[in-house]
């Protein structure tokens, strides 16, 4: 059974361009979490998905940020016109349910 | 207020020797879990060890202990016997029931091994 895979591992992007972010959850799994980690900081929660829905989106912010998880393929994290501050590791995590949380090796994004 | 608190940016132990990481928790949840995972220079988290909050036992992993005082809404992990291998980053999380069950993550710890 394969883990969490994220994809790519490593992003780099211009000022402006758009980013995305791949997570394919592990099999059978259907609760996804993005989380942000800042350099020299611990994790922090911006989104919640189930299939086809969003549960809950208290961390992401209000603007550029879009997440997603369709019915069939990888979860996505799209980050538009992205700006410096966005530069950070960016992890997914998948559960069965309401319990631990596995995480992918997280993408880093580094905007130049 | 913040979560998960880790005031111990950094910290050294010899070899062989143990090492304790501390993590404080705020919630008023009745039903939560503490979570401790290992970050390494590769960058994957890693987990550690889990702590329900009715658990009455201090959980264990191997070489791993999480030192549960629920009244002082403490939750520190320690590491015997540490290894070179142990040196990494230690974060400590917090799952509170409800909907979300998003985690908090404390701002973590560097733990360095001296051989």
């Known amino acids: 059974n394969a883990g969490v895979m994220q994809n790519p591992r490593h992003l780099v992007r211009r000022r402006g361009q758009e980013a995305r972010l791949r997570c394919s959850p592990m099999?059978?799994?259907?609760?996804v979490y993005w989380y942000r980690q800042l350099p020299e900081e611990g994790l922090k929660f911006m989104v919640y998905l189930q299939k086809e829905n969003i549960i809950d989106e208290s961390g992401m912010p209000k603007e550029r940020f879009s997440a997603e998880f369709p019915k069939e393929g990888p979860s996505i994290l799209r980050i538009q016109q992205v700006v410096r501050g966005d530069s950070a590791a960016y992890f997914c995590?998948?559960?069965?349910?309401?319990?631990?949380?596995?995480f992918g090796p997280g993408t880093r994004l580094t905007v130049l | 207020a913040q979560k998960i608190t880790q005031t111990q940016p950094g910290m050294f132990v010899q070899e062989k020797e143990a090492v304790t990481l501390d993590c404080t928790y705020d919630t008023s949840d009745q039903s939560y879990g503490l979570f401790w995972y290992k970050q390494p220079s590769s960058g994957e988290m890693i987990f550690l060890i889990y702590?329900?909050?009715?658990?009455?036992q201090n959980a264990t992993e191997g070489r791993y202990s999480l030192n549960f005082q629920k009244a002082r809404k403490s939750a520190n992990l320690v590491i015997s016997a540490s290894q070179l291998g142990d040196s990494a980053m230690y974060f400590c999380a917090m799952r509170e029931a409800g909907v979300g069950n998003q985690f908090y993550f404390g701002t973590g710890t560097s733990l360095t091994v001296i051989p």
């Open positions: 099999k059978g799994h259907s609760h």
């Open positions: 702590q329900g909050s009715y658990d009455e």
């Open positions: 995590a998948s559960s069965p349910g309401p319990a631990e949380q596995f």
